[in-house]
């Protein structure tokens, strides 16, 4: 079981919809990411907050825009998105260290129509 | 760039025989984790390598860092039905996370 909570577990949406994912953990962790994930292949990072601050952005499309309000939550605010962005969507917190062993959430499948 | 190969992309096996993945680096890694991930979930952390030459075991799972700290291996022996997932390793190299293309371990009926 995963301490890393996400919501929705299924999303579908279409291109012009609007729509938000959303992450919470209380391990008390100050880093927290954004993954997605598609069939057959590894996690691939999209934004990492350290210390509720947007550090890296993986050259997002803006069509994707995340927000930490605190240190517990996470966001991933989606909007015109296309077909191509189907995927699971992985949040996932760990202490800002470079050793910290990273714990994800059970995901939200995305499927853009 | 920096790059983490991981082979063999599946491995089928019967019920009762070993399995090993195994992952290079093409820089020295500081640390390298190794996940799990069931068909249908999400990554789950197994176990975390940091030392040279380090071997750990956790029952039938035995993780090795090459001395070299540029290379891992994961080895289960005796599978059983629920051990079938992707098997990832993930490195740390400049801060940076680095993911393996995954192993699929497959049981064959």
């Excluded at chain 2, 040279?52 to 039905?81: C, D, M, P, Y």
């Amino acid at each position: 079981d995963t301490e890393v909570t996400q919501t929705p577990k299924h999303l579908v949406m279409g291109m012009t919809n609007k729509k938000s994912l959303k992450c919470e953990q209380h391990m008390g962790h100050r880093a927290m990411y954004w993954y997605k994930q598609k069939a057959k292949k590894p996690p691939e990072l999209m934004f990492v907050y350290s210390y509720e601050k947007l550090s890296i952005n993986e050259s997002v499309p803006s069509r994707f825009s995340p927000e930490c309000p605190n240190s517990s939550l996470l966001n991933l605010h989606l909007h015109a998105l296309q077909p191509e962005d189907s995927a699971l969507y992985l949040c996932a917190s760990s202490q800002p260290r470079v050793r910290s062993t990273i714990y994800f959430g059970e995901g939200s499948w995305l499927t853009v129509v | 760039g920096q790059q983490v190969m991981q082979i063999p992309q599946y491995q089928h096996v019967q019920e009762g025989e070993d399995f090993t993945t195994y992952c290079n680096s093409s820089t020295t890694l500081s640390n390298i984790q190794w996940y799990k991930q069931r068909p249908g979930g999400h990554p789950v952390f197994l176990i975390q390598l940091v030392k040279s030459g380090e071997v750990k075991k956790q029952k039938r799972l035995t993780f090795q860092f090459g001395e070299a700290k540029k290379n891992s291996s994961l080895h289960i022996t005796a599978t059983q039905t629920t051990d079938v997932g992707t098997y990832f390793c993930a490195g740390t190299s400049n801060y940076q996370l680095i993911w393996g293309a995954g192993t699929k371990l497959i049981i064959k009926p």
